[in-house]
């Protein structure tokens, strides 16, 4: 070879784009992926080819060990196809791709990913068979596909999977036979499709657990809310109940219940910051950089080193009897929990005596603020923008009860809570502090978290925290939005009107009185038909019973539009009922059916 041939080959080597970036199999694979998904915005900007160690600074990706083991990426809008070269993702345990609009076959390449535990590719519109190299999966837990156009029979292959704790192929096109030995799973769902199974045949198309809601959840709360008797019966069959689960699927983790003590700690894309970068940053905690105050400590605004703005989160009432150890594997809990919905936990510090926490700084602040708090030159929400922002803090929890592995209980909705980023997105935030600060507790709980007027009836009778406590606050924060006023009101006595917001909002619907309901700052400029939409779910959310309230995944779906009609009906009827029967009530009992309908007023919550 020529010396000039030789200084060529390295001028190429030196500055041709294709050579400036490391091999990694996971990351370009990953490309790949990216490239396969259509996408209208650039959701996925930080994913750089020139850059392809995904670790480093990759978003909606959790690491462990320099490798890839989760990706999220659902409700994000993409289409396009899944691309084969996921299958190169070898040591990825969850793949979460649910709510988009996925078209294409399933690639026989998913079987390739034998450490995969948690598979969720359900509300796309993926056609053709379901792969039969599934059933080399011999690690997965769940399996969801259900509301695609999957087609012809269930591969027998999938009954090799020992591991299944719910598979879920609901609302396809699915026919032919159901493998015996799928309907011994804990969690099943076959409805909707063309199978062996219903009313007319031996096997039920769905299990107990799914056939009342086609998700992939616990129906402990439910099972609660139909037996009667005491707290301490409850109480009893509660523990009784989630001990046997816990010790039959112990890969179930729940964030409101003690966790497995065992579980190798992993934090992807975490930074540990040293108590040091932190007090840098607040200005020592000053207080002027104080952006709020909670029942689970103060958040301070901060500036790092690299003039990136934080929120950083000092907690109290910290206690811990795992001490680090503990406090780090809850703080994995919350970080696995990654949707365009949730605010981001960016890291943490440990120091003696302390516990801080660090996420991206919402630069508009909160939906309460932006409600009630307004400093001069900030603009009142508008209509259009706080019905997206309802439907966002939905899908938001949906996705911590529904899609999140460990599942996440919040236990504080509110409009406080609800953070509004650059675009006005909203951002779920302060999830699973519960659990970090009540880390001596189970699920039953002597300290009941929250705020009053958001606390659930059956939270501050019974302590017992679920996904319907949770659906109850989100209800009230609606009500929040579209009155712009708080849950509780004392000025209200003055008029001789409800103190709680919930009481005041259904007296003035009763009346058809929409104008005294809506907030006055929109100035009429709203839609009457979405603001009454909105109410209607908010009152569908905030029943006594939680059992008669929506899941976060039916309430999404009635802000979409579908659904709400039926649901508003049924309970309006039941509704008439129930006054009938109060208003037939002797006189002795009415303080006894007051103090059901209004302990949200004369309850205060633990920690605020």
């Known amino acids: 070879m020529h010396s000039m041939e030789k200084w060529l080959i390295l001028l190429?080597?030196?500055?041709?784009?294709?050579?400036?970036?490391?091999?990694?199999?996971?990351?370009?694979?990953?490309?790949?992926?990216?490239?396969?998904?259509?996408?209208?915005?650039?959701?996925?900007?930080?994913?750089?080819?020139?850059?392809?160690?995904?670790?480093?600074?990759?978003?909606?990706?959790?690491?462990?060990?320099?490798?890839?083991?989760?990706?999220?990426?659902?409700?994000?809008?993409?289409?396009?196809?899944?691309?084969p070269r996921i299958g190169e993702l070898k040591y990825l345990s969850i793949l979460g791709l649910q709510y988009n609009h996925i078209s294409g076959n399933l690639p026989t390449e998913l079987g390739d990913m034998t450490n995969l535990q948690n598979l969720n590719l359900s509300n796309n519109d993926f056609t053709g068979h379901i792969p039969s190299s599934l059933g080399q999966l011999s690690n997965l837990q769940y399996l969801v596909l259900k509301n695609n156009n999957l087609s012809g029979e269930i591969p027998p292959s999938i009954t090799k999977i020992s591991t299944l704790i719910e598979v879920?192929?609901?609302?396809?096109?699915?026919?032919?036979?159901?493998?015996?030995?799928?309907?011994?799973r804990p969690e099943y769902n076959f409805s909707g499709n063309k199978l062996n199974?219903?009313?007319?045949?031996?096997?039920?198309?769905?299990s107990s657990l799914n056939s009342n809601s086609g998700g992939s959840k616990s129906k402990v709360g439910v099972l609660i809310g139909s037996i009667g008797g005491t707290v301490v019966v409850l109480t009893c069959f509660i523990f009784l109940l989630w001990k046997c689960r816990w010790l039959r699927?112990?890969?179930?983790?729940?964030?409101?219940?003690?966790?497995?003590?065992?579980?190798?700690?992993?934090?992807?894309?975490?930074?540990?910051?040293?108590w040091r970068e932190l007090q840098l940053a607040t200005d020592d905690f000053s207080e002027k950089n104080v952006l709020g105050q909670g029942g689970f400590g103060k958040?301070?605004?901060g500036i790092l080193g690299d003039n990136t703005k934080v929120a950083v989160k000092r907690l109290t009432d910290y206690h811990s009897p795992g001490g680090e150890a503990a406090f780090l594997r809850e703080v994995e809990m919350i970080s696995v929990a990654v949707h365009r919905n949730l605010l981001r936990l960016i890291g943490f510090c440990v120091a003696p005596s302390e516990r801080l926490l660090v996420y991206p700084y919402m630069q508009n602040l909160s939906v309460a603020h932006r409600l009630r708090e307004l400093k001069p030159g900030e603009k009142v929400l508008d209509w259009p923008t706080r019905k997206h922002v309802a439907l966002g803090a939905a899908r938001g929890l949906e996705y911590l009860h529904e899609h999140c592995n460990p599942k996440i209980i919040h236990r504080d909705v509110k409009a406080a809570n609800v953070l509004l980023d650059e675009d006005f997105e909203a951002v779920v935030g302060d999830f699973g502090l519960a659990k970090l600060v009540d880390a001596r507790k189970t699920h039953v709980t002597t300290q009941v978290r929250g705020t009053m007027g958001h606390i659930a009836p059956e939270y501050l009778s019974t302590g017992r925290s679920s996904e319907r406590t949770d659906v109850f606050g989100y209800g009230i924060t609606l009500l929040e939005l579209v009155t712009g006023q708080r849950a509780i009101d004392f000025s209200r006595l003055e008029e001789e009107d409800d103190v709680l917001l919930l009481d005041h909002v259904k007296k003035l619907q009763r009346e058809k009185r929409l104008d005294a309901i809506v907030d006055g700052n929109l100035k009429q400029n709203y839609d009457a038909k979405e603001?009454?939409?909105?109410?209607?779910v908010a009152l569908l959310c905030t029943q006594t019973s939680p059992e008669d309230r929506p899941t976060m995944t039916e309430v999404v779906?009635?802000?979409?539009?579908?659904?709400?009609?039926?649901?508003w009906e049924e309970w309006q009827q039941v509704e008439v009922i129930r006054r009938q029967e109060y208003e037939m009530m002797p006189r002795r009992f009415e303080w006894a059916e007051d103090s059901i309908y209004n302990q949200d007023a004369i309850e205060l919550s633990g920690g605020r």
């Open 12 to 83: 190429i080597l030196l500055y041709c784009p294709c050579f400036t970036a490391p091999t990694n199999a996971e990351g370009q694979a990953l490309l790949e992926l990216k490239a396969g998904l259509r996408e209208s915005t650039d959701l996925l900007g930080t994913w750089d080819p020139n850059l392809v160690e995904p670790c480093t600074s990759w978003s909606h990706i959790t690491c462990n060990g320099g490798h890839v083991t989760a990706v999220h990426l659902e409700s994000m809008g993409f289409s396009g196809i899944l691309s």
């Open 168 to 184: 879920d192929l609901s609302s396809n096109d699915l026919t032919g036979q159901i493998p015996e030995t799928l309907f011994e």
């Open 197 to 206: 199974c219903g009313s007319n045949l031996q096997r039920p198309c769905a």
């Open 249 to 274: 699927y112990r890969k179930e983790i729940f964030v409101d219940v003690s966790g497995e003590d065992d579980r190798k700690i992993s934090f992807g894309q975490l930074k540990r910051f040293s």
């Open 299 to 301: 958040v301070y605004k």
């Open 531 to 536: 603001v009454e939409a909105i109410i209607q």
């Open 557 to 567: 779906r009635m802000l979409e539009g579908d659904g709400l009609a039926e649901r």
